[in-house]
């Protein structure tokens, strides 16, 4: 079965803080690994990820794949209350379908 | 920008119904997914299309089936709607090797 595990499942956090959200999954047929936002409405796209050990970085926000160990972190440094989101991991096996993770709900308190 | 519109934000059904819900996207994208979110379950595929005409089940395809006429639209139909399909429904679309660009959802309780 080709699962993704997000972990943790949620985190409440304040302003300021720096925090690590965490995905691992299944080698079979790997071509990337993709993070999205969800708020309130459609999850958006953050990041894809091909290449170990190269981070992607949008403003607050890096990512990272280590495809020896079969994982990703996402870090979100100065969290602000509009980080408030379900953050979402996919990984890609095919050239077209997804296989997502269960979210991790992070809050960010004022 | 890439525009996934999705046909209701909220839909409220009796048990036995049959329900249409519609996606419509604008950027000429081959591969069009449904999914549904549940709480604690992330998103799991119901059905996709790469082609106009053609359709592939995901991992939950029971009591659902597609239909995709157009090359921009995608329709998940519910053939006898039932309480267990309380859900939200979200739909996306893609080219190959890119990422998938979701719709804002459709909330469905099936009453």
């Known amino acids: 079965e080709d699962k993704v595990v997000q972990s943790p499942l949620s985190l409440v956090v304040h302003e300021g803080d720096t925090v690590t959200l965490n995905c691992s999954y299944e080698v079979t047929n790997f071509r990337s690994l993709l993070w999205y936002k969800q708020e309130k409405k459609a999850p958006t796209f953050l990041f894809m990820l091909t290449s170990s050990g190269i981070e992607k970085k949008s403003g607050r926000l890096s990512s990272i794949l280590d495809k020896k160990e079969l994982f990703s972190i996402l870090n979100i440094t100065a969290t602000q209350t509009g980080d408030s989101a379900i953050y979402l991991c996919a990984r890609a096996g095919s050239a077209r379908q997804l296989t997502f993770g269960s979210g991790t709900q992070l809050t960010v308190l004022p | 920008d890439v525009k996934v519109t999705q046909s209701s934000r909220y839909l409220v059904k009796r048990t036995g119904e049959k329900v249409f819900l519609e996606c419509v996207q604008d950027?000429?994208?081959?591969?069009m997914f449904w999914y549904r979110q549940d709480p604690g379950l992330g998103l799991r595929l119901i059905y996709f299309s790469y082609d106009v005409k053609m359709k592939e089940k995901g991992d939950i395809p029971e009591g659902y089936s597609v239909s995709r006429e157009k090359k921009e639209r995608f329709s998940l139909i519910l053939e006898s709607a039932s309480t267990n399909q309380t859900s939200m429904y979200l739909c996306?679309?893609?080219?190959?090797?890119?990422?998938?660009?979701f719709g804002d959802g459709t909330r469905l309780s099936i009453l």
């Open positions: 950027m000429d994208h081959e591969n």
């Open positions: 996306a679309s893609s080219t190959d090797f890119q990422p998938q660009h």
